[in-house]
C-alpha cells in the first residue's frame, strides 16, 4: 500500500498496456522476431541491474519487492508484470510499421509521466526523494521524453 508503483502499475500502466494491446491489435508490433527479442533482450539487462541496486538498497530501507539485499516473491511477481508491460510499451514505442497519430503517442507519453515519480515514491513518513529516486526519475522522464519527441518527428529505430 505503501509503494507508489504499485498504485502507478494499477492506475498508469495496466490501462496503458490495456488500450495498446486492444486499439492497436490491428497492427502486429513483431513481437516474436529479432527486434522484438532484443528489445526484449534489453529490458532484461536493465531490470537485472535495476532489481540489484534495488535490492542492495533493501539493506539500509526495506521495502515491499527485497528486503535484506534479496528479492522477494513480490518483487520477482512485480519484475514479470513490469518486463511484461515495458516490453508491449518499448515496442509500441519503437516499431516503424506502428503508424498512431502523433497525439497519441503525446497522450501515451504524458500519461506514462506520473509513473516515474510514482514508482520511486514510498508513501510513508520515513521515506525522502533521495538522489537515486531523483536520478530514476530524470532518467526515465528523458528517455521517454526523447523517444516520444523521435517518434512525432519522424525518426524510427525498427
Known sequence: MEHGGVWADIFLISPIVAYILSVRKECNLHFISFAGFAVLACILVLFGFLGRGYAKASLKTPEAHAHHGRTTWAGWFHAV?????AWVIAMYYLSAELKPHSLEFCFISLALAPFFALGAMKFNKRYKFDSQAMAQVTIGMIVL???????????KLF
Do not use: L, P
Request: hydrophobic share 60%; net charge positive; proline share 0%.
Open 145 to 155: 521524453s526523447a523517444v516520444c519527441w523521435f517518434r512525432v518527428f519522424g525518426y
Open 81 to 85: 508484470f513490469a518486463t511484461i508491460a
